[in-house]
């Protein structure tokens, strides 16, 4: 039996002309983004170094916001160490010169508007020369406010942006994986938590658990933080733990602000069998910003030049 | 009385023609079956042909004609419980990873319900997947007006990288399903549940975007889709008595339109009428519209649903009700013949 196949990455239909926005060249120089050298992918990175290259995310995250002058803040820098532990400590398999292997574990945003922190994380990994971080939101730009496949960005697997939807698409890829095309890839996916209120998540875990989608771990990044307030005064979401877990999946709830932690949530994840796993990560919104930590007001808007000048000095 | 060679002559130049002898009306169809077994029918073909087709349920597999794949290849049938948005981002996850996933429902649902999973995850993502809209129109009959689709056709064409059909009958349905199938990027099918008359052939070509011209005529045409196609040739006959004579075009592909059918009917005959189980605002009419308003200014009458909400019924009964039978066709080609004419 033939199977048809068709070309699905890259997908670039998205683009309004030939133009491509220009990088600021006196940040690129003042950032050292001429010279730099993406980081490896590695079990064997220490704790250290992923505290390093996820301090690094958050101040890229920084430049690219005040750049862009408008964009979302506290969700992406709250969750940078989640970040860094799943793309520089050896739990994705992936090929920043090879974006679209076949066989690369996959990777999706369903809380799409945190993309400032999957851009930078690509860049860093390599994916992308860093000086592009520069053009987030402007025209044209491969870096859109929220993920657009069409732009064709590598390492970018799906659009996202209507809070809910990216935990569905994950679950179909780990259905595709495991149980058409029975391969070895994983699936991941990273929700917020004031999108749990979406009613398309819990049908997602309803199939995964269904289907014992053992290769697919959602991260949820528990803030507590969603636009108009603390969640669980906009909506009560607690025990989010107990929920999942009354879903049948494998349920690891840890500090998401620590590394250490994160790498063995990771680990135990693909231990599990039968189950998919949803990780619970606890962080701060805004987590290493001394002006932003733990507030909610910094979910959607970007820091003024002096607040970045302050953050990039605190990030040091 | 007509003369039914006509009909019989354009069919078979299409490779179509049901047996037309006897008088007019009486060109009947070979049968009649339901829409929903082409569709039915056609996931088999695909599966035999293709090993990354998959489908996935959403508990009414035996409504929508699932049920064949689902007996044929229980390896790739997926049950997702009734989880119709959600089942639409698992078949774009499928899609995304290299497979052909179709998804069918009841199109109240997979249209009305799922529109930001269309746009989204389907259509902004470009991702390969194809939905089955079952339960189309009123003719559901007894259901009532929650499970009467009436509003797929403004849903999903007003959506960028959507392709849309609305096949004229079971054995079109059958080809128009295996053309999406082949065919990369995100898909919507609609068909019925009830039986309607079959009449074309096995040589009947399907091209998907190209409309059909199944009765020639140069004093109107009736554009048409699905069921309402039949009524329209109905219609077209019983007025050659009435010295009309009258184009019929088969419109099975919704999205992208056939602008040049549409332009070339309305330059050659001078006036259209639209025929769709659907609201009249936004559907096929619509879509005509469009394309007339800017490049051929040309008088339009429109047979549909207007503005309201099925119920409960009969088929034949609500078809009647709701002003969509060959009676009503022939009624909006007088007038738009007419209003040509002033």
Redesign the interface.
Known sequence: ??????T?YP?T?GFHGATRPTPNPELIAKYGYDSFVPFENSPDNSDEKLQAIAKEIRRDIVRALVEAKSGHSGGPLGSADIFAALYFGGVMRYDPKNPWWPDRD?F?LSAGHMCPVLYSTLANAGFFPKPELLTLRKFNSRLQGHP???MGLPGI??????LG?G???????????K???KNSRRVFALTGDGELAE??IW??A??AA??ELDNFTMVVDRNFCQIDGRTEDVLKLNPVGDKFRAFNFHVIECNGNNISELRAAFKEARSIKGRPTCIVAKTFMGHGISFMQDDYRWHGKPPTPEQAEQALVELV | MADTSVLKDNLTNLAAGPKTNGPMPRFEAHTKKATRFGFGEALVVLGERYENVVVLGGDITGSVMTSYFKDKFPDRFFSMGITEATATLVAAGLALSGNIPFFATYGAFASCRNTDMLRISLAYNDANVKIGGGHAGISVGEDGATHQALEEIAIVRVLPNMTLVVPCDYLETKKATIAIGEHYGPCYIRFGRSDVPSFTLEETPFVLGKAQTFRQGRDATVIACGPMVWEALVAAYELENEGLDVRVINMSTIKPIDREAILKAARETGAIVTAEEHQITAGLGGAVSEVLAQECPTPVEFVGVKDTFGGSGKPDELMKFFGLTSGDIKNAIRTVHSRKAQ
């Open positions: 039996m033939a199977r048809l196949t068709h699905i997908l239909t996959r999706i657009g496949r069409d697997e799906s659009s996202t942006g209507s939807q935990l569905g698409i994950a679950v179909g890829m780990a259905l595709a994986d149980r058409v095309d009613g398309e049908e997602a309803l199939i269904h289907w």
